[in-house]
């Protein structure tokens, strides 16, 4: 009788350390660390965020670094996706993926947004900027003239631009009448305002195409009246400077790579004007020119 209950008293201790042994086997505590959500501690132990909830209830709501995990480790060697969102044993529960780390990846990802987006504009900004320089020869009725500008306008709406140049015009003659040369020089500072269009032909506003009209002030700075009977002056006088002269214009730049060649035609507006220039009549323009936008 003795023999039959210690074997009977063997056999359960052996099979409650069996039940121990089997309980051990089919858990594994895990803490979360920081950057870890439920989904990613799933796809690591190769189970799914519903077992993971039904061991740990409070986990149906958020997990927090320092959060004590138990984790199925039955399924450990068979990996599985992970979802966002699952239903929980509750039913009309729905878990939702609140953590630290998912707030400062938002912050990350919109300040990134905001700086892009920043870049964008700021580069929007500058395409809107253009530079401009202009050289030529113009040939009013009877004498020749010479200007050069540099400025830069601003595109206002798409291609529609406001510009202003700062430049210098001059025109002058030699005429022989009855033994006599007669020479006449005259120079204004000039301030071009033009209104007009740039199309560009490639992404880098290298290359276009810019029509324009408009306005050009300036106040004369040179007035130059000469008489000469060969080599021997006969008489010499300065005309009046300070003068204010104004033209209407318009034109047409062809630029390829930044350089390029520009056309005009200007009428002057004023006696001052036709003065300066020689005649009442329009004045034919060409040189060269350069535009980019900055």
Not at 225 to 232: A, I
Request: charged content about 15%.
């Amino acid at each position: 009788m003795s023999n039959v209950s210690r074997r009977l008293t063997a056999m359960c201790c052996f099979a409650l350390l069996g039940i121990a042994m089997a309980l051990a086997q089919t858990t594994t505590t895990h803490i979360v660390d920081r950057g870890e959500t439920l989904a990613s501690i799933a796809q690591k132990y190769g189970t799914t965020e519903t077992r993971i909830i039904e061991l740990n209830p409070d986990a149906a709501q958020y997990v927090y670094v320092g959060m004590e995990l138990q984790i199925p480790a039955s399924t450990a060697a068979t990996p599985a996706p992970a979802t966002t969102t699952v239903q929980s044993s509750t039913p009309r529960q729905t878990y939702t993926q609140p953590t630290e780390v998912d707030e400062t990846t938002t912050a990350q990802s919109s300040t990134q947004s905001y700086l892009s987006s920043s870049s964008a504009s700021t580069t929007e900004e500058k395409s809107r900027w253009l530079y401009m320089f202009d050289i030529g020869m113009g040939w009013p009725k009877g004498a020749t003239s010479f200007t050069a500008a540099i400025g830069g306008g601003y595109k206002v709406f798409q291609d529609l631009y406001v510009g202003a140049r700062l430049g210098y015009l001059e025109a002058w003659d030699t005429k022989r009448e009855g033994g006599y040369n007669t020479e006449w020089r005259n120079g204004a500072i000039v301030l071009p305002i033009d209104l007009g269009l740039s199309y560009d032909f490639n992404e880098s506003g290298t290359c276009g195409i810019q029509p324009y009209l408009g306005f050009q002030p300036g106040i004369s700075i040179v007035s130059k009246y000469k008489v000469k009977q060969g080599s021997k002056k006969i008489s010499s006088k300065n005309g009046d400077t300070g003068k204010f002269c104004t033209d209407f214009h318009l034109g047409l730049r062809l630029k390829i790579y930044t350089f390029g060649v520009w056309v005009g035609y200007s009428i002057p507006i004023g006696d001052d004007q036709k003065g300066l220039m020689g005649t009442d009549k329009g004045v034919i323009w060409a040189g060269l020119c350069a535009s980019l936008n900055m």
